[in-house]
Every structure is written in structure tokens, then in C-alpha cells.
């Protein structure tokens, strides 16, 4: 599986906008770019996924580089429910048995009230 | 959104007993369930992927005679950890995965956290 890089943690003041960087070099053309939270002591949860083009949903955006080697998950407005571990994926296309999710040490998110 | 459940949310075993944990989902059908395991201040790890109706596909290092899989049904995915003994203690997280969807996401229980004494 390609490899991805954020930062072990990040500080945000409450109803300021975040922006999580995540660096993955080697992505191959057909990997999709996953992001889930994962709040204190329960299980991870969906944010967002993109393949080339920036997306946008309820809870979140997703800027990807134009080259795809990085991409950044971006809150809006931080909210001290956001504070959670953020975690970058790579998947490859549905289809190929690529259903798995291989997690790494994600991004802590901490939101200063 | 999609609805996973686990039961119980937590558990305390004496050393040696085992102890099986439930994983439903609720509103879909999910033909592949996983199964992780998270250690403190660790990320998730995955133990095993289960497809309904077909004996359980474990990762490397993960002892399928220890951590016994079961995917009797389309909403329904047991994990029992036998003999247990306290470095088997843990958080365990189950996911579903909604099929037929492109890039379809994981919808993840809320864990069950394993104390064995």
C-alpha cells in the first residue's frame, strides 16, 4: 500500500478553520484518497474521499494537490467536537479486492475553547 | 448514514475464559466485516476480514485458532476471543462494508474495550 504523512498533532482555536496537511508521494493513478476521525474512545468515522478533483460534503473539504501527492482535509469552522485523530488513507479502486483500510498514526487534533 | 453496532461495550474476564463480541449492522446488508484491534496511544490494526458465509481471512501474525471469526449472516459478525489473557486486552473495533457502492465507505462499531484480569 502507498504510503501517507501527517504531522503526529496540530492545535486549533474553537470556530477557526483547520487545515490538515497529508503528504503521499508514491499514490498511484488509481488511488482514491480516504480521510476518517477517530474520536476518543470510540470507532473511527467516515469525513471524506477524493480521487483528482477537490470535494466537499456536510462535513468537511478535501483539496488535492494537482500532482496528488498531497492533499489536505479542511473544517471549516473547528468545533470542540472535532477534536479526534484524523486519519489519512489510501485506497485502491473498488473492484479489485482493495477494500481494506491500512491506518497509520493520523494527526491528533486538539481545539483550543 | 449506515448503523453499526458492538456488543458488549465493554468486558472484564478473569485469565483463561473466553469472551465473544457482537457485530451488527442495522439498516444494510454487509457482505465483508473487519476486525480490529487498538492498543493504547496506537493506531487501529487490522485482525481479520470476514465475508459472510466464508471462513474469515486473518492477517499475519493474528492466530486464527485464538481469535475465532464467525460471519453466520449478512448483518451479523461474532468475534471470540478464547483463552484470554491480559495482553489480549484491548479496544476491538469491527467495520461493515456497504457493497455494490464505488469507493464505498467503511461504517465502523463503536468498539468493545477487553479487560482480562
Known amino acids: 500500500d502507498a504510503k501517507t504523512t501527517q504531522p503526529n498533532s496540530m492545535e486549533s482555536n474553537e470556530e477557526e478553520p483547520v487545515h490538515l496537511p497529508c503528504n503521499h508521494s508514491t499514490i498511484s493513478g488509481t488511488d482514491y484518497i480516504h480521510w476518517y476521525r477517530q474520536l476518543p474512545s470510540q470507532g473511527p468515522e467516515y469525513v471524506i474521499h477524493?480521487?483528482?478533483s477537490n470535494v466537499n460534503n456536510r462535513m468537511a473539504s478535501l483539496a488535492i494537490a494537482e500532482d496528488r501527492k498531497s492533499s489536505t482535509l479542511i473544517l471549516h469552522r473547528a468545533t470542540l467536537r472535532d477534536a479526534a485523530v484524523y486519519y489519512c488513507i489510501l485506497r485502491g479502486p473498488s473492484g479489485a479486492g482493495s477494500y481494506q483500510l491500512t491506518f497509520g498514526k493520523g494527526t491528533k487534533l486538539s481545539v483550543i475553547p | 448514514g449506515a448503523v453499526v453496532s458492538q456488543h458488549p461495550s465493554r468486558v472484564i474476564c478473569k485469565s483463561g475464559t473466553s469472551v465473544k463480541i457482537e457485530c451488527r449492522s442495522l439498516d444494510f446488508q454487509a457482505t465483508t466485516m473487519f476486525w480490529y484491534r487498538q492498543f493504547p496511544k496506537q493506531s487501529l490494526m487490522l485482525m481479520a476480514t470476514s465475508n459472510e458465509g466464508s471462513k474469515a481471512t486473518y492477517e499475519q501474525g493474528v492466530e486464527k485458532d485464538k481469535f475465532l471469526i464467525n460471519h453466520a449472516s449478512l448483518t451479523l459478525s461474532t468475534l471470540t476471543v478464547t483463552s484470554a489473557h491480559p495482553e489480549d486486552s484491548s479496544f476491538y473495533i469491527c467495520s461493515a462494508r456497504v457493497s455494490g457502492i464505488p469507493q464505498e465507505t467503511q461504517y465502523f462499531g463503536p468498539g468493545t474495550r477487553l479487560l482480562v484480569l
Open positions: 477524493g480521487l483528482t
